[in-house]
């Protein structure tokens, strides 16, 4: 496809030009396990399955930068370049309409991935964090989730009549997923009752399943986590397809 | 050699029918303007030529291709400047360029491009922080990067200061004068005549008439006006009898003489030697295209 690869550069580059959205995919996180790291540092703890802090802290954090990016960055970013009338201008050019939102996505996609690889490497470096799972396995768990809440993300940029709703409906739709599904707070932590909530929500099973790949359990132990994220990703994108507007 | 054919192009949203019926052709290496007041029907008979839009009816060619079945071969050889079309505040003018050049089989190479639209200098500058002016260069610029044979501009000059919008008529004659097709649209009466070979007058969706500017303001056979200041009332009888006046109006000091004809403003001087009446600010009011629409129309264009 013409042009795909100089418009994922573009995308990128406009991408790392945003300081919030820069901030919340590449440094929040790990902030929050330098914070963290400081206060309980990441000694092995009968609490956490003879895991330190640092250790489960890494991989549910994995999830905390998908949420932003899906239900911030995402539905944001796409419904103001709407409204502006970007998504018009690029139309009136011989580039497929596909390759513009595979474009997004990828350059989505490689920023989730930095933060992730930034955030290892603190935990890594910083703490030595314990990683006993499999790299491929991992890569494999954190694409599918990553793919499932873009999609959402696109619904709600679809359904937001304006960046402004779209921005809103986001943040209300992130901060349950943030701190009810283990993403921040870990859910051994968690009341019981918000427990049971918490299997509601979408990003308690990234946090399962990031956290179960990363001490080297087998996906055959998290098919209801798959199912679940294989079933919001087919429903999202059969969402975003008939809902998504250039104008 | 037809640029543009456009037979019968209707176009409703809802109940409303924004294009109903317009039928005209565009000739190849001329600047077509489509006029008329906001909400006339421009904006979506322009996006159903350029193939943003699907017509309820009619036939359209643009360059020979059906905008809806080959859009895609079609943009390849049209450029686009839309109405409310944007860029992201944060890219830059090289980079914008660069990307939009890539999206081509035959870009032309674009750094000239920038020179000669006066935006060299800005190459890394942000979208967003250049000016209204010189967005709209930019966004013309865009719409040249594929060495277009046809170029699309709707509202042009829309927002832009006197100034600024004299740079951008300069700018579409010579992109006329590289032998492409201009196909423009505006509401300003001032602009179409400045800059079209040919102006298709619209209104309420429908084509009232299509000329060139010349031609339609002298199919109105309208009167000109010469227009003087006086210190007191004068006695309009001498000038009543001048050859081809048809009405003398005074109110204050400011006279009106409406009439036809060569010749007419230097009889009215002479009379006014002769009858020894000092005057100032004397000058004459020929009429434009304004006054073409509001005889075609019975209203003024609204702003």
Known sequence: MRGLGKLILMQIKLYIREPVATFFTVIFAPMLLVLFGAIYGNKPNPFFGGRGTIDISVPSYIALIII????????????????????????????????????????????????????????KAGYGMRFSGNILSCWLGFTLAVLAFFAMGYVVASLAPTARIAQAVGMILAFPMMFLGGASIPMEVLPQSVRNFGRFIPSSHVVTLMRGLWIGESWTKHLTEAAVLGGVLILGMFLAARTFRWE | MQAITIDNLAKSYGTVRAVDGVSF???????????????A???????????????????????????????????????????????????????????????????????PLLELIGLADKSKAAFGKLSGGQKQRLLIALALVNDPELVFLDELTTGLDPQ????????????????????????????????????????????????????????LEAENRVVFSVKEKIDAAPFKKIPGVTRVEQSEERVIIYG??????????????????????LRTEQPNLDDVFIALTGKEMRD
């Open chain 1, 68 to 123: 932003s990016v899906g239900f911030m960055g995402i539905p944001i970013a796409t419904a103001a370049d709407r409204e502006a009338g970007v998504l018009r201008r690029f139309r009136t050019t011989p580039l497929r309409p596909s390759a513009y939102i595979f474009s997004n996505i990828a350059a989505y996609y490689l920023m989730t991935l930095v933060g992730v690889i930034v955030l290892v490497i603190v935990g």
């Open chain 2, 25 to 39: 052709e565009v000739r190849s290496g001329e600047i077509f303007g489509m006029v008329g007041p906001n909400g």
């Open chain 2, 41 to 111: 029907g421009k904006t979506t008979t322009i996006e159903c030529l350029e193939g943003l839009r699907r017509p309820d009816g009619g036939k359209i060619r643009v360059l020979g291709l059906d905008p809806q079945r080959q859009g895609y071969e079609l943009r390849e050889r049209i450029g686009v400047q839309l109405q409310e079309g944007s860029l992201p505040d944060r890219l830059r003018v090289g980079e914008a360029m660069e990307v939009f050049s890539s999206f081509y089989r035959k870009p032309i190479t674009w750094p």
């Open chain 2, 164 to 219: 600024a919008r004299r740079a951008m008529w300069d700018m579409v004659k010579g992109i006329r004068d590289k032998g492409k097709t201009v196909f423009l649209t505006t509401h300003y009466m001032e602009e179409a005549e400045h800059l079209c070979d040919r102006v298709a007058i619209i209104d309420r969706g429908i084509i009232v008439a299509l000329d060139s500017p010349q031609n339609l303001v002298a199919a």
């Open chain 2, 260 to 281: 036809k004809g060569d010749g007419l403003l230097v009889r009215i001087v002479m009379a006014l030697e002769s009858g020894r009446i000092r005057f100032r600010d």
